[in-house]
């Protein structure tokens, strides 16, 4: 009966389940593919060997995986929140909530991983021929070992899951269940007084804190990593005493006058609200591996290993970042028409989606190739990284952004629009 | 109340579904006048057509056969455009949701329709703070709506829909969502709108609610059933009558 259930929930919500499944997809295939990579090196051991750059690698590529897997199911469990009030106004017990969720994971994740491990396999001889190309005379085969690691890996991410689902099955009432929380958190107004000198002074601190080490970079290249940390720390503080502030006063004062930009950056201030851990983490990944990928340019294995977790690790991430944006707009009909009530034309409503979803995007890449840039523009001066490399590292977190941020247009315009294309369909019947 | 017709509805239809086998006729061949300053209560049960009728006759859904006028201009020879720049000048909306934007603070939410109709930044600041002090929500402007109580919701809700000095006001069940005192604050702020000569369509159906207005229609499956004036009586002997018609009304279907 509860597997029924749960197969029909999946089924009702395919296109959440489908990008769910899809996560798991590439966070199995990706660690079997890695875990290969760097034990095809006898020199090197990730897991026990705690000196070397592979295994800082693989510590941020296993918490980045397993976050997004996190997140994925964290946005899946919430989507299924008027399902869950349903079963406890019928008398639904906490095991019973707790299985209708946990069989509907385990299903999507027995088909994720076979999917994941076999296409990581069939992966292999494509990174063989990248490696041939490079001439490092480095050839990457299967190991069983490799199997082992990944599949602790993803057992101890599924034990997360696991808890995560029991704990949000026993503390969730029907009342919480049937309307999901909005945004938290104060917005109380800034006055001219103490308190808004200290708000000055820490913001200004939070700026710095993510720009210097930017400057600190052109000082000395070798502290790159370093530099990248702490200006993502940076980063961190201002996503929210920065830039939030900064759009709401664009909103409600500057760009009053403009009734587009006025729904818009309103808009734009929920989602980087909304968004804002996925923002940071794939900043975060692209700055971070970027930083440690230049630093690793004489050794072959570990510079193959952090550019493929670069390149597989903003792909995931953009992947997440959609995936959150999309459940995200999926809920703004209702705004949309009440935008429609108010006097805003379909042309005005295009406008404000479009605007919407490129300055998310646009943000996301101005912020991380203001770090990218720089750190590559001080090792190709140095002559220690070739232009077209750098362009393609560029491209590594720049073509993600772009496709992820296309494909969110569609599924927002998609969201918003049916029921007005309906409208003017009647329009035209009636005429 | 002047002789002078603002809205008008002629063989008025709607068919949901059109052309396919689930088609329902939620309204069938209405003819209905609002006069300039009028205040209309639209009553009747549930499923009875009630919010299809306000919201084919305010432009937010479109007929399927028959006429709207709006001043004497019919609704659907204006362009989508038109219809948009008729809403924000002219018309303006109470639902018993509320509908404001959650993602936008009361202040913003309120600003909007001046900002459609090309009011400067100053002005705008200006006359949404006035409004704001008069319904008494001015230390809310900041806060978003989710922070804020039903009533106070509804009185932002009203702001906006009074912001740009409409002609017309529309309200879905606006007191829906409100205990009794909000209630009776809403409808004697609706009261004293319409005694300023602002027009008020109002879809309820609470007969205490309908007392309040100078002319009720009662619709039943589509049609209007029955309509009655206030004319000279008093709110307390309108009520009773109002009271009487929807028992009538009722008293009918238990016959069936």
Partial sequence: ?431 | MSEKVVLEAKHLKKVYNYHTLNAFEALHDINFQVFDGDFVAIMGPSGSGKSTFINTISTIDVPTEGRVYINKKEVRSMTENEIGRFRYQNLGFIFQDFNLLDTHTMFENIALPLSLAHVNKTEIEKRVKELAEAMGIAELLHKFPYECSGGQRQRVAICRALINHPHIIVADEPTGNLDSANSAELMSILQQLNQTGVTIVMVTHDPLITSYSTRVIYIKDGNIEKELAKGDMSQDAYFQKIVELNSEESRELLKK
């Fill in chain 1, 1 to 431: 009966m509860i597997l029924r259930d749960a197969l029909r929930s999946i089924q009702k919500d395919f296109s959440k389940a489908f990008f769910y499944w899809l996560i798991f997809v590439l966070t199995t295939m990706f660690i079997y593919l890695f875990f290969n990579i760097s034990m095809s090196d006898p020199t090197v051991d990730p897991i026990n060997n705690t000196g070397n750059t592979i295994t800082y690698v693989m510590i941020i590529v296993v918490i980045l995986c397993s976050v997004d897997i996190l997140f994925a199911n964290d946005f899946y469990v919430k989507l299924k929140g008027k399902d869950l009030a349903v079963r406890l106004i019928c008398g639904g017990r906490f095991i019973q909530i707790a299985s209708f969720l946990m069989i509907q994971t385990m299903l999507l994740l027995v088909l994720a991983i076979p999917l994941g491990i076999l296409l990581s396999y069939m992966a292999i001889p494509m990174v063989n021929s990248v490696l041939a190309l490079s001439n490092h005379g480095f050839l990457v085969t299967a190991h069983a070992d490799a199997a082992m690691n990944a599949t602790i890996i993803i057992l101890y991410v599924v034990f997360w899951i696991i808890l995560l689902n029991m704990s949000f099955a026993y503390r969730n009432a029907v009342g919480m269940l049937m309307n999901p929380s909005g945004i938290t958190g104060s917005s109380e107004p800034m006055t001219f007084s103490v308190g808004l000198i200290k708000i000055k002074i820490r913001q200004t601190i939070d700026v710095l804190l993510f720009l210097v080490p930017i400057i600190l970079i052109y000082f000395n290249r070798n502290l790159s990593v370093i530099c990248s940390l702490i200006g993502m720390v940076g980063l961190n503080f201002c996503l929210s005493n920065v830039i939030a502030p900064w759009l709401s006063r664009q909103t409600s004062q500057k760009m009053v006058e403009h009734p587009r930009m006025v729904a818009a950056l309103g808009f734009v201030r929920r989602d980087l609200k909304v968004l804002r851990n996925n923002i940071f983490l794939f900043i975060a990944c692209a700055v971070v591996l970027v930083s440690m990928l230049v630093n690793s340019l004489d050794n072959d294995i570990a510079m193959m290993t952090i550019l493929l977790s670069y390149i597989v690790m903003t792909f995931l991430q953009a992947l997440a970042l959609m995936f959150k944006f999309g459940t995200e707009v999926s809920l703004r009909r209702r705004l949309f028409m009440t935008l429609n009530h108010i006097g805003f034309m379909k042309e005005d409503q295009e406008i404000i989606i479009r605007r919407e979803v490129k300055y998310v995007y646009g943000f996301i890449l101005v912020i991380t190739l203001l770090y990218v840039i720089n750190i590559l523009l001080v090792y190709t001066a140095a002559g220690d990284l070739s232009w077209k490399m750098s362009l393609f590292l560029m491209a590594g977190a720049v073509i993600p952004l772009i496709l992820c941020g296309f494909i969110n247009l569609f599924l927002y315009r998609r969201a918003v629009f049916p029921k007005l294309k309906d409208e003017s369909e009647e329009r035209i019947n009636a005429e």
